[in-house]
């Protein structure tokens, strides 16, 4: 959503798209390389745009469960947080489970 100039430690230069593997991310996210303040502000972006759209949001979750890391979650809580969304999707379900989100409690759990 947000232009490259702002989330240039989550985007390929080149490209200007995310970078397209997992692994990719994963080296550039383990390794420091990519910025807790532009992960969550593409994410409020994102879901800025979707509730501009009218969806009601009632929880995140992220591509390939990437919200999994802590250096992700913790970002994208924070907007989540902001945007009145007070779940995030438990990839650790059984498919068909009754309750494939998480609710988090609390304020203290989003910081």
């Known amino acids: 959503m947000l232009p490259i100039q702002e989330i240039s430690t989550?985007?390929?230069?080149?490209?200007?798209?995310?970078?397209?593997t997992l692994g990719a991310f994963l080296e550039r996210l383990l390794t420091g390389r990519m910025r807790?303040?532009?992960i969550e502000a593409e994410a409020a972006a994102q879901i800025?745009?979707?509730q501009s759209k009218g969806m009601a949001l009632t929880h995140i979750d992220t591509h390939k469960?990437?919200?999994?890391f802590p250096a992700v979650l913790r970002p994208v809580l924070r907007a989540a947080k902001a945007a009145g969304i007070?779940?995030?999707?438990?990839?650790?379900?059984?498919p068909g489970a009754c309750a494939p989100r998480l609710a988090l409690p609390g304020c203290g759990a989003w910081k």
Request: hydrophobic share 35%; no cysteine; charged share 25%.
């Open 10 to 20: 989550l985007a390929d230069s080149h490209s200007g798209r995310f970078h397209s």
């Open 36 to 38: 807790s303040e532009e």
């Open 48 to 50: 800025a745009l979707l």
């Open 65 to 68: 469960h990437t919200h999994m």
């Open 86 to 94: 007070r779940a995030v999707r438990n990839p650790l379900s059984r």
